[in-house]
């Protein structure tokens, strides 16, 4: 992969950030690292180009939604950007996590909302397909809330053990446990993975992402990939939040 094996700026990439996206985004990236422009206004112009794949969704007509699906994944791209900027020219802060997040959530709540309403506007959907079109719609926006803020707090408890755990660790004299490679912490199937294919994980949101904003307008089935992804991630939470939990409770 192009500048992407034992790149330490690379943040643990799924599939369609290691083959779809990285190989445009690394290189991008090394070029604005030798620009003044900031990870902040690459944020930004990645949320303005989304808004013009939201108004082209919204459109609903088969070559808009082409055109979104473009623009969608180079909305992506430039996503990919910033943080590779901002780790490798050590321009990281609070705010443009922020930043980053919200204008993700919302991008992602406008596009999702565009394509149930372009399809109704061209007249694609009528009686109960449109309801549950419009169902399907807020389900996804509620699901991406609830799993990022769940996501968020995790991760600040996960942070504060695993920061206890190396403090005890140096103490005691004890070097921790664990698989590191290009600063990710990784499980070691992860490990395996990344060595092999360079990924982290086999399926991510990122890819669901793909699926329902870029893969299925493309080929003219987006209410479809709506469904389709809505399944995915209902059979990913129960694989990995409910069935996870339920083994790390130790009940059988």
Same mark, same amino acid.
């Given at each position: 992969?192009?500048?992407?094996?034992?790149?330490?700026?690379?943040?643990?990439?799924? +599939?369609?950030?290691?083959?779809?996206?990285?190989?445009?985004?690394? +290189?991008?990236?090394?070029?604005?690292?030798?620009?003044?422009?900031?990870?902040?206004?690459?944020?930004?112009?990645?949320?303005?180009?989304?808004?013009?794949?939201?108004?082209?969704?919204?459109?609903?007509?088969?070559?808009?939604?082409?055109?979104?699906?473009?623009?969608?994944?180079?909305?992506?791209?430039?996503?990919?950007?910033?943080?590779?900027?901002?780790?490798?020219?050590?321009?990281?802060?609070?705010?443009?996590?922020?930043?980053?997040?919200?204008?993700?959530?919302?991008?992602?709540?406008?596009?999702?909302?565009?394509?149930?309403?372009?399809?109704?506007?061209?007249?694609?959907?009528?009686?109960?397909?449109?309801?549950?079109?419009?169902?399907?719609?807020?389900?996804?926006?509620?699901?991406?809330?609830?799993?990022?803020?769940?996501?968020?707090?995790?991760?600040?408890?996960?942070?504060?053990?695993?920061?206890?755990?190396?403090?005890?660790?140096?103490?005691?004299?004890?070097?921790?446990?664990?698989?590191?490679?290009?600063?990710?912490?990784?499980?070691?199937?992860?490990?395996?993975?990344?060595?092999?294919?360079?990924?982290?994980?086999?399926?991510?949101?990122?890819?669901?992402?793909?699926?329902?904003?870029?893969?299925?307008?493309?080929?003219?089935?987006?209410?479809?990939?709506?469904?389709?992804?809505?399944?995915?991630?209902?059979?990913?939470?129960?694989?990995?939040?409910?069935?996870?939990?339920?083994?790390?409770?130790?009940?059988?």
């Amino acid at each position: 992969m192009f500048k992407l094996r034992d790149n330490p700026y690379v943040r643990y990439p799924s +599939p369609w950030d290691a083959y779809a996206t990285l190989p445009l985004s690394v +290189p991008i990236s090394e070029a604005f690292c030798k620009t003044k422009i900031t990870p902040n206004q690459i944020t930004v112009i990645s949320f303005v180009i989304a808004l013009f794949a939201v108004w082209c969704f919204g459109l609903g007509t088969p070559w808009m939604l082409v055109l979104g699906g473009l623009l969608y994944q180079l909305s992506y791209i430039l996503d990919c950007c910033d943080g590779y900027v901002a780790r490798k020219t050590k321009q990281s802060s609070n705010f443009g996590f922020w930043l980053d997040h919200i204008l993700d959530e919302l991008k992602l709540a406008l596009l999702v909302l565009a394509l149930v309403y372009g399809q109704q506007r061209i007249g694609e959907l009528e009686g109960w397909m449109l309801t549950a079109s419009w169902v399907m719609a807020g389900l996804y926006i509620y699901t991406r809330a609830f799993s990022k803020g769940d996501l968020l707090i995790k991760e600040t408890i996960e942070n504060s053990a695993s920061a206890q755990a190396d403090a005890s660790a140096k103490d005691s004299g004890d070097a921790p446990e664990g698989i590191v490679i290009n600063g990710m912490a990784m499980t070691p199937f992860q490990a395996r993975l990344y060595r092999k294919f360079m990924i982290v994980t086999p399926f991510s949101v990122i890819e669901s992402q793909a699926i329902i904003f870029c893969l299925m307008p493309i080929v003219q089935l987006p209410i479809f990939g709506l469904l389709l992804t809505l399944v995915i991630t209902v059979i990913w939470h129960l694989l990995f939040d409910v069935y996870r939990y339920w083994k790390r409770a130790g009940w059988r």
